[in-house]
C-alpha cells in the first residue's frame, strides 16, 4: 500500500518561508499530476498548486508570486516552497498525487496524511 510522507510543516512569522516535501513510501510504476491542497479550520479544502509530469504547473490566485511547486521524478517527491507567507495561509496542507503502482493497476489518487502550517502574525 503506497503513502504519501509529508514533511516541512511548522510555526513560522508572517513574512517567513517555509519548505513542505512529499515522498511516495513504495516504488511507483508511474505518476501523473501532482499537487498540494490546504484546509483552514471551518473551510473547505482548496487547491494550492498542481505539477503534471509535463507542462505547466498551476496555482491558487492567493499563492501565486509568492509559492512554487516542483517535483523530483527520480524519487517521486513533489515539494511546495512557501515565502512571504501570511497568517491567511494558515492550514493543514495535503499533498495528493495521481498515481499507478504497477503496470497493470489502475491510476487513482492518492493522499498525504496532512502537515500543520501555522504563520503568526
Known amino acids: 500500500q503506497v503513502q504519501l510522507v509529508e514533511s516541512g510543516g511548522g510555526l513560522v512569522q508572517a513574512g517567513g518561508s517555509l519548505r513542505l516535501s512529499c515522498a511516495a513510501s513504495i516504488s511507483i510504476f508511474s505518476i501523473n499530476t501532482m499537487g498540494w491542497y490546504r484546509q483552514a479550520p471551518g473551510k473547505q479544502r482548496e487547491l494550492v498548486a498542481t505539477?503534471?509530469?509535463?507542462?505547466?504547473?498551476n496555482y491558487a490566485d492567493s499563492v501565486k508570486g509568492r509559492f512554487t511547486i516542483s517535483r523530483d521524478n527520480a524519487k517521486n517527491t513533489v515539494y511546495l516552497q512557501m515565502n512571504s507567507l501570511k497568517p491567511e495561509d494558515t492550514a493543514v496542507y495535503y499533498c495528493?498525487?495521481?498515481?499507478?503502482?504497477?503496470?497493470?493497476?489502475?491510476?487513482?489518487?492518492?493522499w498525504g496524511q496532512g502537515t500543520q502550517v501555522t504563520v503568526s502574525s
Open positions: 495528493a498525487a495521481d498515481l499507478q503502482t504497477t503496470a497493470w493497476g489502475n491510476m487513482r489518487r492518492y
Open positions: 505539477i503534471p509530469s509535463g507542462g505547466s504547473t
